[in-house]
């Protein structure tokens, strides 16, 4: 809610509040040769309450300079329990001051430059504590999952610098950098049930991630069709701080990416195409687990055309090039043994056609 504040300030107020609730049972029951052996019956609600609230003024210093100074407090309740779990809850807060700043430049450029404190809540699936059970070959790189209802949030200070500059009528041109330093990093923990391995997410400590960026749209004209391209590059990297290097790095995270397309809008019919690529990543978790990530391109298409009043035929297809998905992961014991686990996912070329209508 945006409210003046005399000619070179604005200051906008706001709030945000969400009530989760996630309700798990499961009943298992296993035979040997039609003798009952093991069953297991877990019934568990898990909810997730959180509430922030934000002011932030637009103060306009000069007509060259901009400032967003502000301050967020975010709180998140949890609450988990079951059939064989006690109530656990837990609670907590952060204050998060908020400093934006954008010079505008001549030649139509211009820099920002953020810097804040972010809040990041555990998902309500990471707090319950229902098993996920692999009946087929567990093991140290195929393990039972199941949830921690002590899970804290993630706290993170991060800086964040733009440069921009528009290009012709539509055009931007970018490139972009952070860093972050991130508390109570969620990773997962790996340990024996008996004769089973199991991986849970825990609080491993201390990350620091960083990343930059480049990206362009722009529009052109060839052979008197205009069309609009894009183009965009990333280069990310992440270091667990609890983890010995080499590859010390956060799971999830992309390395490399790199998408490409370009786009025909006409009066009658639309069509376009887009190259995403991601690099192939290793990462050496804190259970020492190392998982390796292979690299892949996806191709997409499509074809948009009026065929009546208010109605459109569209033709899309999804990784036209047919690209699998390979990923592999390894664990050493203390032994010296070792054991590797490979997964391929197919991948097939997904045709589509779809009627549309606006109401």
Do not use: C
């Amino acid at each position: 809610m945006p409210a003046p504040l005399g000619s070179a300030h604005s200051l906008a107020l706001g709030w945000e509040a969400a009530h989760t609730t996630r309700d798990e049972q499961r009943h298992q029951r296993d035979t040997v040769n039609g003798a009952p052996a093991a069953q297991r019956l877990q019934d568990y609600t898990a909810q997730v309450e959180r509430l922030a609230l934000f002011a932030q003024d637009e103060w306009e210093i000069s007509p060259a300079l901009q400032a967003y100074p502000g301050m967020r407090w975010e709180g998140v309740r949890t609450a988990t329990e079951g059939r064989d779990l006690a109530q656990v809850s837990g609670s907590s807060g952060a204050a998060s001051p908020i400093l934006q700043l954008l010079w505008k430049l001549p030649e139509k450029r211009q820099l920002r430059l953020a810097l804040a404190r972010t809040y990041k809540a555990p998902l309500t699936r990471d707090l319950v504590p229902r098993r996920y059970t692999i009946n087929n070959n567990n093991s140290a790189v195929n393990p039972d999952v199941e949830g921690n209802p002590a899970l804290r949030p993630e706290v993170s200070w991060g800086l964040d610098l733009a440069w921009e500059r528009y290009v012709g009528k539509d055009g931007v041109a970018s490139v972009s950098a952070y860093a972050r330093r991130v508390e109570d990093v969620t990773t997962q923990l790996l340990y024996r049930d008996g004769a089973s391995w199991v991986s849970r997410p825990v609080n491993g400590g201390r990350a620091r991630v960083a990343g930059i960026e480049f990206d362009i749209k722009s529009q052109a004209v060839l052979a008197g069709v205009p069309l609009e391209l894009r183009l965009n590059a990333g280069r990310n990297w992440s270091w667990l701080d609890s983890v010995p290097g080499p590859d010390n790095r956060l799971g999830e995270q992309v390395g490399f990416t790199a998408n490409a397309g370009i786009d025909y809008r006409g009066k009658l019919w639309s069509a376009g195409t887009s190259l995403a690529y991601q690099g192939s990543d290793a990462s050496v978790s804190a259970a020492g687990v190392r998982g390796e990530r292979g690299a892949r391109a996806l191709l997409d298409a499509y074809w948009l055309s009026t065929v009546g009043a208010g109605w459109r035929l569209r033709l899309s297809v999804a990784n036209a090039l047919g690209r699998d998905g390979r990923s592999a992961s390894r664990y050493r014991d203390a032994d010296g043994g070792t054991i590797r686990r490979a997964v391929t996912a197919d991948g097939v070329a997904t045709l589509r056609a779809a009627l549309e209508r606006n109401l």
